[in-house]
């Protein structure tokens, strides 16, 4: 059974960092196309970035430069650094496997001073 499990949200200033990760079970996520998505306070989810298997990463303009995705392929993990925060990056984070239709619970960050 496929599961994600998002953690490392929190509260932050604006110009701080944070990381998240993503556990994932159930599945290789070496192996997988992996996303992160965002949901903004009452919008629909958006794609953040994306980790191919290969290692290849790909970034939503709004976060290139200052998001980076990355992998532990020993413990199942997908991470998301996140420098830089703005205020408009408030929002829950999940993350996801391409082509599953699970969600996890996602993990919220609340950026603001």
């Known amino acids: 059974q496929v599961q994600f499990v998002e953690s490392g949200g929190g509260s932050v200033q604006p110009g701080g960092s944070l990381r998240l990760t993503c556990a994932g079970s159930?599945?290789?996520?070496?192996?997988?196309?992996m996303t992160w998505q965002s949901q903004p306070p009452g919008t629909a989810r958006e794609w953040v970035a994306t980790?191919?298997?290969?290692?290849?990463?790909f970034y939503n303009n709004s976060v290139k430069g200052r998001f980076t995705v990355s992998r532990d392929d020993g413990k199942n993990t997908m991470y998301l650094q996140m420098n830089s925060l703005k205020p408009k990056s408030t929002a829950m984070y999940y993350c996801?496997?391409?082509?599953?239709?699970?969600w996890g619970p996602g993990t919220q960050i609340t950026v603001s001073s």
């Open positions: 980790l191919a298997p290969g290692g290849a990463t």
């Open positions: 996801k496997k391409n082509g599953s239709t699970t």
């Open positions: 159930g599945f290789q996520l070496s192996v997988e196309i």
